[in-house]
């Protein structure tokens, strides 16, 4: 079964950074798309950031040339730098996986991203 474990959420201040982590298992981890979605309270669940097996990528534009998602195929890594960090990057940030076999997405539990002003 594939199972997706989040880590590094935390409170920081507004300019801060955090390294978010996903650690994968049950999975051929090098052939599927991973991504970072991210839902604030009273909000729908959007995108973040998405990393395909080729290394391809794509951010939300909300985000871009401040967050960069990589990926450690060797370690089943994915992981989400989040610079110069804004109180409205608050949210629960979640771990997702596709499939390539079967498209199905798999969901971490999501980890506390909370930015002060």
């Known amino acids: 079964q594939v199972q997706l474990v989040e880590s590094g959420g935390g409170l920081v201040q507004a300019g801060g950074s955090l390294r978010l982590s996903c650690a994968a298992s049950?999975?051929?981890?090098?052939?599927?798309?991973m991504g970072w979605y991210r839902q604030a309270p009273g909000k729908q669940r959007g995108l973040v950031a998405i990393?395909?097996?080729?290394?391809?990528?794509n951010y939300a534009d909300s985000v871009k040339g401040r967050f960069t998602i990589s990926r450690d195929n060797a370690r089943k890594m994915v992981y989400l730098q989040m610079n110069d960090l804004k109180p409205e990057d608050t949210a629960v940030y979640y771990c997702?996986?596709?499939?390539?076999?079967?498209?199905?997405?798999?969901w971490g539990q999501g980890t506390q991203v909370s930015v002060s002003s």
């Open positions: 997702n996986l596709e499939s390539a076999v079967t498209s199905n997405s798999y």
């Open positions: 049950g999975t051929i981890f090098t052939i599927n798309t």
């Open positions: 990393i395909t097996s080729s290394g391809r990528t």
